[in-house]
């Protein structure tokens, strides 16, 4: 069982929910635009007539949001906790089924690993009470919303008569009338967006978002779902105890019972393991906090059970240190409430542009927006803790996952349909970048017409003078030490080629990578880098530039996994889902893990790496210029890195970084027809 997978389904059911409360309060957001100047403002009792007669209207939309974005959520729910089931017992079942073979359990060995009829009967349970949950999410958003209207509009009226002193109809006082105007237009739209439609409160007293309400809901079916799924099977074969799994960050109440083997009986004492050792055994009486929805196994818990057979299983996972386990989980909460901060600005955003807000109140808005997408950089710098950045965004045209596919990262969103919009305008506009000295339909790898002057060095000390060239004359320093001579030279060639082909600042330095420095701890990369232009460094990897030996051992190794996912493709792909997936189906497609395995493998590695180096140096700022500053670099990247990274290699869709590494290694190779056409014209539209 995988709680990332099935935090991952959750969320993709959930972000719909979110995306349709974006619509829903855009489209009420319409209802109260900002006036221009010359235009005279409307108070009073007229205005609540206007507005209120045309609440049916607003009404009718609403419901066309929810029908239209959520139909599909009975079948979605369906299929999320069957992949729920299936998962949990991929890995429990063939364990109980290999034990009571040996006589170890006195389970049913020989029946089907299919999903048996109390396991249906759990699964009927928990996906009515889901399904009544989420019908009753649709009917709450409705009523919501309507309250929000009639709340707006009293509010908007409350504001108006409060400064009814300053709206003065003179003639040449009309502007401040219409500020004050917008200005309650603003204030009232503002508290309506940040109420939300809240309509769930739960025993606490605690309001609850439809998008927050849902993700709490059916995270918590999924699991539960998965967790009856593997105690049934447990039970089925007659194995009696479950250890409790771990991760870091658990919840206070969970803490104490992570790792404890517990008693589904209520037995207590102790066995042994695999190993001999004494396992103390729990009774679940003695869970207390099952009695809490925040407890073990409670509302929104990512533990699981994982059944332990005497004698044949082993303890799994090491409990977290508790104050670092307690630093661990107060830092995720803040993680998720910056990350709620983030959504809920860029909604704000939203609704500004619904309501036709001027360019200064957008600019201000987007320096908020910019400020708190900073706030979480800083934060996960500080703590060393992953960005995640589909939780930072609801995409606004979110749909449910289609069956066997849960990854959040394929729905669409508003941000990847300005993508596709800029892409297909710039293939015809002046605005892509054209190259130059070569066509774009030219297809000639670069490098073939540039390094036939190149000399090789006879030694390295040789090597190392012939690439201060491309170093800092005063401060740079280059050192091959303990790379082979024959790969030195080959660095140097294809620094010189690209030095030809698109001019370079000085490097800082040329050095082996020491994989002791915090930066490179545990890289197994082939080489990495440092370039982030003047005063860069770049480093190599001696690990495999040392010798050829070395270099052909790598490249087996690739190629060995590369034929492993090649020869059990169709069944690697029906247990995968989001990102493996993808990789799966590009490797299956491609035929190679990355685009070095189809050509010189020394040189096309550090070809790849030049491509990181050159991103950081060359490509990145223009990619931002392209899309005139509107979207980030990775927002940027990723519609075009699911379209077209797939036909260059598996390492492509491994994330926006590699993508455009492979990308331009398989244009400097002369694949440029595999590229997207806008990210091929950014290559040459560097050439010098």
Same mark, same amino acid.
């Given at each position: 069982?995988?709680?990332s997978f099935l ?6 059911m959930a972000?719909v929910?979110?995306a349709v409360?974006?619509r829903i309060l855009?489209n009420l957001a ?6 221009r100047?010359?235009?005279?403002p409307r108070?009073g009792?007229e ?15 609403t ?10 959520a009975?079948?979605a729910?369906?299929q =999320?906790? @069957? ?8 890995n ?13 359990l006195n389970g049913p060995s ?7 009829p109390?396991?249906?009967r759990?699964?009927?349970q928990?996906?009515k009470q &889901? $399904? ?9 958003m409705?009523?919501s919303?309507? @309250? ?5 509009? *009293?509010?908007?009226?409350?504001r108006?008569q409060?400064t009814q002193?300053?709206l003065?109809?003179?003639a040449g006082e009309t ?7 917008n200005q309650?237009m603003?204030d *009232?739209?503002r508290?309506m967006?940040a109420?939300?439609?809240t309509?769930?409160?739960d025993?606490?007293g ?5 998008? #927050?309400?849902v993700?709490?809901d059916?995270?918590?079916t999924?699991?539960n779902?998965a967790?009856? =799924?593997?105690?049934? @099977? ?20 969970c ?5 404890k083997?517990?008693?589904?009986s209520?037995? /207590?004492? +102790?066995?042994?393991d695999?190993?001999g050792?004494t396992?103390?055994?729990?009774s679940?009486?003695e ?8 407890g073990?196994?409670g ?5 699981y059970?994982?059944?332990?057979i005497?004698g044949v &299983? +082993? ?9 670092e386990?307690?630093?661990?989980y =107060?830092?995720s909460q ?9 959504r ?14 001027d360019d200064?109140?957008i600019? #201000?808005?987007r320096a908020?927006?910019k400020q708190?997408s ?9 703590t060393?803790r992953a960005?995640r950045r589909d939780?930072?965004?609801t995409?606004?045209? *979110?749909?449910?996952?289609?069956k066997g596919s849960?990854d959040p990262?394929e729905s669409p ?8 919009d800029?892409?297909t305008?710039s293939?015809?506009s002046n &605005?892509q970048?054209q190259?130059?000295?070569? $066509?774009a339909?030219d ?14 060095a006879? /030694?390295?000390?040789e090597?190392?003078e012939?690439a ?7 401060m740079?320093?280059v ?5 082979d ?7 140097n060639?294809?620094l010189?080629?690209?030095?030809k ?5 000085a490097?800082?330095s ?5 994989m002791?420095s915090?930066l490179?701890?545990?890289?197994t990369s082939e080489a990495?880098?440092k370039w982030?232009g003047?005063g860069?460094d770049l480093y190599?990897?001696?690990?495999y530039?040392k010798?050829?030996?070395a270099?052909?051992e790598?490249?087996?190794e690739i190629?060995?996994l590369?034929?492993t996912?090649?020869?059990?493709g ?5 247990r ?9 189906? *590009?490797?299956?497609?491609t035929?190679?893990q ?9 040189e096309g590695t550090?070809v790849?790496?030049?491509?990181h =180096?050159?991103?950081?140096k060359?490509?990145r ?5 392209a899309?005139?500053?509107?979207i980030s670099?990775?927002?940027?990247l990723s519609?075009?890195?699911h379209?077209y ?8 869709v491994a994330?926006n970084?590699e993508?455009?590494?492979?990308s331009? $290694?398989a244009?400097?190779y002369?694949e ?5 056409p806008v990210?091929r014209?950014i290559?040459e539209?560097?050439?010098?």
């Amino acid at each position: 069982m995988r709680p990332s997978f099935l935090d991952e389904m959750s969320w993709a059911m959930a972000e719909v929910y979110g995306a349709v409360t974006d619509r829903i309060l855009v489209n009420l957001a319409r209802y109260f635009p900002y006036i221009r100047d010359g235009e005279e403002p409307r108070g009073g009792f007229e205005y609540q007539t206007r507005m209120l007669a045309q609440m049916g209207q607003a009404n009718r939309e609403t419901v066309d949001i929810i029908v239209q974005s959520l139909g599909g959520a009975d079948e979605a729910l369906r299929q =999320a906790l @069957e992949a729920a089931i299936l998962d949990a017992l991929k890995n429990e079942e063939p364990k109980l089924r290999k034990a009571a073979e040996q006589g170890l359990l006195n389970g049913p060995s020989l029946l089907p690993p299919e999903i048996d009829p109390a396991q249906m009967r759990t699964f009927e349970q928990f996906y009515k009470q &889901s $399904a009544d949950k989420l019908n009753l999410v649709n009917t709450v958003m409705m009523e919501s919303t309507q @309250e929000a209207y009639r709340a707006t509009v *009293a509010d908007v009226e409350q504001r108006i008569q409060r400064t009814q002193s300053i709206l003065n109809v003179a003639a040449g006082e009309t502007v401040t009338g219409v500020s004050t105007y917008n200005q309650a237009m603003h204030d *009232a739209v503002r508290k309506m967006v940040a109420n939300g439609l809240t309509g769930f409160v739960d025993h606490g007293g605690h309001r609850w978002t439809p998008e #927050a309400y849902v993700a709490m809901d059916i995270r918590t079916t999924m699991f539960n779902t998965a967790r009856s =799924a593997i105690n049934e @099977e447990g039970e089925r074969f007659g194995c009696d105890f479950y250890q409790v799994s771990t991760h870091r960050g658990a919840r206070p109440l969970c803490y104490p019972w992570q790792g404890k083997v517990i008693s589904r009986s209520g037995w /207590t004492g +102790t066995i042994e393991d695999l190993d001999g050792n004494t396992v103390q055994v729990h009774s679940e009486s003695e869970i207390e906090s099952f009695r809490y929805g925040g407890g073990l196994f409670g509302v929104n818990c990512g533990h699981y059970p994982m059944n332990f057979i005497p004698g044949v &299983s +082993t303890i799994k996972g090491e409990p977290q240190d508790p104050e670092e386990n307690e630093k661990t989980y =107060a830092e995720s909460q803040q993680q998720r409430a910056l990350e709620r901060k983030l959504r809920e600005e860029r909604r704000e955003l939203a609704v500004m542009k619904a309501q036709g807000a001027d360019d200064e109140a957008i600019k #201000a808005q987007r320096a908020k927006v910019k400020q708190a997408s900073e706030d979480i950089d800083k934060f996960c710098d500080e703590t060393g803790r992953a960005r995640r950045r589909d939780r930072e965004y609801t995409p606004v045209n *979110a749909t449910f996952p289609p069956k066997g596919s849960y990854d959040p990262a394929e729905s669409p969103t508003t941000e990847r349909d300005k993508i596709k919009d800029w892409y297909t305008n710039s293939r015809n506009s002046n &605005s892509q970048p054209q190259s130059p000295t070569r $066509a774009a339909t030219d297809s000639t790898p670069p490098q073939m017409q540039k390094h036939a002057d190149f000399t090789p060095a006879s /030694t390295i000390t040789e090597a190392e003078e012939a690439a201060k060239k491309f170093v800092s004359a005063k401060m740079g320093t280059v050192s091959y030490k303990g790379i082979d001579l024959e790969y030195a030279n080959t660095c140097n060639r294809v620094l010189g080629d690209i030095d030809k082909t698109f001019g370079l600042d000085a490097l800082g330095s040329i050095q082996p990578m020491n994989m002791r420095s915090k930066l490179f701890k545990g890289s197994t990369s082939e080489a990495a880098y440092k370039w982030g232009g003047i005063g860069g460094d770049l480093y190599i990897n001696p690990t495999y530039y040392k010798s050829a030996k070395a270099f052909a051992e790598h490249k087996a190794e690739i190629d060995r996994l590369t034929q492993t996912v090649l020869d059990g493709g169709e069944m690697l792909r029906s247990r995968a889902t989001g990102r493996k997936l993808e990789y799966i189906d *590009a490797l299956l497609n491609t035929k190679r893990q990355c685009v070095s395995q189809s050509y010189d493998f020394v040189e096309g590695t550090f070809v790849h790496e030049c491509g990181h =180096a050159l991103d950081d140096k060359l490509f990145r700022k223009r990619i931002m210029e392209a899309f005139g500053g509107r979207i980030s670099y990775n927002d940027a990247l990723s519609e075009s890195r699911h379209t077209y990274g797939g036909g260059i290699s598996g390492y492509a869709v491994a994330d926006n970084q590699e993508y455009v590494a492979e990308s331009f $290694a398989a244009w400097w190779y002369g694949e440029g027809d595999k590229l997207d056409p806008v990210i091929r014209g950014i290559f040459e539209g560097a050439i010098k």
